[in-house]
């Protein structure tokens, strides 16, 4: 760790203080971090996904999807 004994220096300022503004410091610390670690929420991956699900021709119905599994079955199975 670079900065080992710039923290202990640190702890041994904080030591005496009341565990309440200990935390404080902790939570403080954590939160300004987190910025940096925390990626940006996805923006609009539903409606991208339904997009490249979409297609450019309508779905098939349901006859041809079955069709399409009697023939795959008689592939595989014979």
């Known amino acids: 760790m670079r900065h080992e004994t710039e923290i202990d220096t640190i702890l041994k300022q904080v030591d005496p203080w009341p565990t309440e503004e200990r935390v404080a410091l ?4 954590l939160r300004d971090m987190r910025k940096n670690y925390l990626q940006p929420a996805p923006r609009a991956t539903l409606h991208e996904a339904l997009g ?3 297609g450019s ?3 098939p119905d349901d006859d041809t999807v079955r069709k399409w599994t009697d023939d795959h079955r008689i592939e595989k199975h014979g």
Do not use: G, S
């Open 26 to 29: 902790a939570y403080r610390i």
């Open 52 to 54: 490249v699900a979409a």
């Open 57 to 59: 021709t309508n779905p």
